[in-house]
C-alpha cells in the first residue's frame, strides 16, 4: 500500500496520560499536514511540514501538543496530559508541492477517546 | 471571521435534482481552490480543483469568483451515491491547505 498510513487506528487513554501518533506519508511527498476533526465539523488545521521543516503552527492549539518530521520523512504527533476535549479524529495528509499545484492525500486517522 | 465558510446543510435533494453548494474565503491572496468529498466516518478525498475559468467533471461543475471570494460547486442529476459533506479547501500561495466546515448533501430515493 502506496498511500498514507497512519497508527495506530484507533487510541483510548486515560485523562492525564501522553500520546503519540504516527503518520507515514506517500514517500515522494515533501509536505505533510496533521488536522484534528470532529463530529460534524470539517478538519481543523493544526500543523504542517515542508520536509523536515514545521512551518507553521495552529494558534489555537496548546503547548501540550508537539510535532515532528524529524527525516523529512514521517511524522509524529504527541499529546501531552490529555484532557476530555482532545477527544478526536487526527488526520495526517501528505502532498508533493509543484508551484501553485498541491492536492492533499489523507490517511485513515487515529481516533483519540480521552476517558 | 472563518478563513473558509460554507452552509453545513443538511441538504435533502431528491435524485436527479441539480444542487449547488457556495464556500467563501476570507484571504484575497488565496491561490488554490479545492472540492473534497467526506464519506462518513472516512477520510477526506479530492473531488476536484477549482479553476479560474471554471471547470467541468461529469456531472460536477465548479467555479470561482475572484472578486467576491467566493468558489461554488453544481452537482446535476444527484444520485444517491453523491450523498456526503462537501468540503471547501482554500490555499493562499505557498501557505497552508485550509477546510472549511463541509457541506451535507443527502440524496433522498
Known amino acids: 500500500d502506496t498511500g498514507v498510513s497512519q497508527n495506530p487506528r484507533h487510541k483510548i487513554t486515560k485523562r492525564g496520560q501522553n500520546v503519540t501518533f504516527r503518520c507515514d506519508p506517500i514517500s515522494e511527498h515533501n509536505r505533510l499536514y496533521w488536522y484534528r476533526q470532529t463530529l460534524g465539523q470539517g478538519p481543523e488545521f493544526l500543523t504542517y511540514f515542508q520536509n523536515e521543516a514545521q512551518l507553521e503552527k495552529s494558534r489555537l492549539l496548546s503547548d501540550r501538543f508537539s510535532a515532528e518530521r524529524p527525516k523529512g520523512s514521517f511524522s509524529t504527533l504527541e499529546i501531552q496530559r490529555t484532557e476530555q476535549g482532545d477527544s478526536a479524529m487526527y488526520l495526517c495528509?501528505?502532498?508533493?508541492?509543484?508551484?501553485?499545484?498541491?492536492?492533499?492525500?489523507f490517511g485513515s486517522g487515529t481516533q483519540l477517546s480521552v476517558l | 471571521r472563518k478563513e473558509v465558510e460554507q452552509d453545513p446543510g443538511p441538504f435533502n435533494v431528491p435524485e436527479g435534482a441539480t444542487v449547488a453548494f457556495n464556500c467563501t474565503y476570507s484571504?484575497?491572496?488565496?491561490?488554490?481552490f479545492f472540492w473534497y468529498r467526506q464519506d462518513c466516518r472516512k477520510e477526506p478525498k479530492l473531488l476536484m480543483s477549482?479553476?479560474?475559468s471554471g471547470n467541468e467533471d461529469g456531472r460536477f461543475t465548479a467555479q470561482l469568483n475572484r472578486a467576491s471570494q467566493y468558489i461554488s460547486l453544481l452537482i446535476r442529476d444527484s444520485k444517491l451515491s453523491d450523498s456526503a459533506t462537501y468540503l471547501c479547501v482554500v490555499r493562499g500561495g505557498y501557505q497552508k491547505v485550509t477546510f472549511g466546515t463541509g457541506t451535507k448533501l443527502q440524496v433522498i430515493p
Open positions: 477549482v479553476y479560474s
Open positions: 484571504n484575497s491572496a488565496s491561490q488554490s
Open positions: 495528509a501528505s502532498s508533493l508541492v509543484r508551484g501553485q499545484g498541491e492536492k492533499l492525500f
